[in-house]
């Protein structure tokens, strides 16, 4: 068995503490890493995946606004 598909299997029997326990050991991984972050602060990590969906969403709005604004 895979290790990641065991351990998810794993985290609905976590209760919310252990979660959190969880997800700080990730952002230590993370920032040990340096892989990927953007922006590291005391609430958590900005990642390149985290910038390319807010710039996704962002530009999607501008072409919607564009579409709408279009009168020919």
Same mark, same amino acid.
Do not use: P
């Given at each position: 068995? /895979?290790?990641? $598909?065991?351990?998810?299997?794993?985290?609905?029997?976590?209760g &919310?503490? @252990?979660?959190?326990?969880?997800?700080?050991v990730?952002?230590?991984?993370?920032?040990?890493? /340096?892989?990927? $972050?953007?922006?590291?602060?005391?609430?958590?990590?900005?990642? &390149?995946? @985290?910038?390319?969906?807010?710039?996704?969403?962002?530009?999607?709005?501008?072409?919607?606004?564009?579409?709408?604004?279009?009168?020919?």
């Open positions: 068995m /895979n290790a990641v $598909v065991g351990i998810e299997a794993e985290l609905s029997n976590l &919310t503490v @252990d979660l959190h326990h969880l997800e700080c990730i952002h230590k991984l993370y920032r040990k890493r /340096n892989d990927r $972050v953007i922006y590291d602060d005391t609430y958590g990590l900005w990642m &390149t995946e @985290d910038q390319t969906s807010a710039a996704s969403e962002v530009f999607a709005l501008f072409d919607e606004q564009e579409e709408q604004n279009v009168s020919c």
